[in-house]
């Protein structure tokens, strides 16, 4: 089972965290493909280790995108549009991948999702949450996408046909195409890049999408679920029961040093939100 994530330094004991949480419901072979475009070494060594520890297989890349590519849209990350170019970097015999957002946590077999056969498309994905808002469909008519939204997030792509229907030039001129119309960047593309018969979706179980605050307690069924927004368990306070989990679940990576990163991201982010009351508050005169 081949799998690709894209991390910086900031994303990789999520990371762990997620293969921790797929080792604990899948026993099969796994290849973990890690992509960035700046990634430390002690950060590199450490998702090593736990990859190690737990028999799963990891090949870490740290790659460089063409800055020409992104000459006219300087205010995005290369980071954020790795798994566009990923084919040009995996092993090109790779017939299945399956991208994860690391912002996730498995609660079942993700095998039971790496098997579906996606032959006749190009990709597997589950509509995105707020698909069928009025603005999400406007935004979507607005960058000519013709069907319902995928979420990005968890994404089963047959890279035989991605090979062969997508490549440089065609994500470029995207990017061109959409210029400041790009509200949610590689997903935005991503859907523009596939039509209707092109995309398997899924039933919402493999990419079980969840916002703060939302009190869900039955996960019954649910092979992954994805944390959406900024927020996220590490990076706040008040934890939701499915917040929860991540901290229950990381207890077994081991990663203790993470606690006390999480405990700084929390501090600063409670910090930025009084300022920015502050500001509100007594910013006029």
């Given at each position: 089972m081949n799998i690709l994530c894209c991390v910086d330094d900031n994303y990789a004991y999520p990371l762990i965290n997620f293969m921790f949480s797929i080792r604990k419901y899948c026993d099969r072979e796994i290849n973990l493909y890690v992509l960035s475009t700046k990634l430390s070494d002690k950060i590199r060594d450490r998702i090593k280790e736990k990859c190690e520890e737990i028999n799963i297989n990891?090949?870490?890349?740290?790659v460089d995108l063409d800055d020409k590519i992104f000459a006219a849209r300087a205010h995005y990350t290369k980071d954020t549009f790795l798994r566009l170019f990923?084919?040009?970097?995996?092993?090109?015999?790779?017939?299945?991948?399956?991208?994860?957002?690391?912002?996730?946590?498995?609660?079942?077999d993700v095998g039971e999702l790496y098997d579906i056969d996606i032959n006749n498309y190009i990709l597997?994905?589950?509509?995105?949450?707020?698909?069928?808002?009025?603005?999400?469909?406007?935004?979507?008519?607005?960058?000519?996408?013709?069907?319902?939204?995928?979420?990005?997030?968890?994404?089963?792509?047959?890279?035989?046909k991605v090979r062969k229907l997508w490549d440089e030039k065609l994500v470029v001129d995207m990017i061109e195409k959409a210029g400041k119309k790009l509200l949610y960047l590689d997903q935005d593309l991503l859907n523009m890049l596939t039509k209707k018969e092109d995309i398997l979706f899924?039933?919402?179980?493999?990419?079980?999408?969840?916002?703060?605050?939302e009190k869900v307690k039955n996960l019954d069924g649910v092979v992954i679920m994805h944390y959406l927004e900024?927020?996220?368990?590490?990076?706040?306070?008040?934890?939701?029961?499915?917040?929860?989990?991540?901290?229950?679940?990381?207890?077994?990576?081991?990663?203790?040093?993470?606690?006390?990163?999480?405990?700084?991201?929390?501090?600063?982010?409670?910090?930025?939100?009084?300022?920015?009351?502050?500001?509100?508050?007594?910013?006029?005169?």
């Open positions: 990891v090949n870490i890349q740290v990923a084919y040009k970097f995996l092993p090109q015999e790779m017939d299945k991948l399956l991208y994860l957002d690391v912002d996730t946590l498995c609660l079942g597997a994905a589950c509509r995105d949450k707020i698909w069928d808002l009025d603005r999400t469909i406007e935004h979507g008519k607005e960058l000519g996408i013709e069907h319902d939204m995928f979420n990005a997030g968890i994404i089963l792509f047959n890279m035989k899924l039933d919402n179980k493999m990419n079980f999408q969840l916002r703060c605050f900024d927020r996220k368990p590490w990076n706040h306070y008040i934890l939701a029961y499915h917040e929860k989990l991540f901290w229950k679940n990381f207890k077994e990576t081991g990663c203790k040093e993470f606690y006390e990163i999480s405990r700084r991201m929390r501090r600063q982010k409670l910090i930025r939100k009084f300022k920015n009351k502050f500001k509100r508050i007594f910013g006029k005169k």
